[in-house]
C-alpha cells in the first residue's frame, strides 16, 4: 500500500526510509516467532529416558559356571 503511495508521488520506493523500516519489522516479526516456537518446543524427561535406555538394554545375568567340581567328578567317575 505505501509502495503505491510513493509511486504516485513520485518517490523512488527503493531509496525510501519506509524499505528500511519494513525489512527491520521483517526481521522482529521472525525472531519473536522463533521464540514462541522455542516455547512450544517439546522437552526431553531426562528421569524417563534414562530409566527407558537402562531397562531395554540387554544385560546378561550372572550364572554360575557349567559344572560344580563335585559334578564333573561323578559324571568322570561313570
Do not use: C, F
Amino acid at each position: 500500500m505505501n509502495r503505491v503511495y510513493l509511486r504516485t508521488r513520485g518517490e523512488d520506493t527503493q531509496e525510501h526510509g519506509i524499505k528500511t523500516e519494513l525489512e527491520r519489522l521483517k526481521t522482529t516479526m521472525l525472531r519473536v516467532k522463533e521464540i514462541e516456537d522455542k516455547a512450544k518446543a517439546m522437552r526431553v524427561d531426562r528421569p524417563a529416558a534414562h530409566r527407558m535406555v537402562s531397562k531395554s538394554l540387554w544385560q546378561a545375568k550372572e550364572r554360575a559356571p557349567k559344572g560344580t567340581p563335585g559334578e564333573y567328578r561323578a559324571a568322570r567317575d561313570s
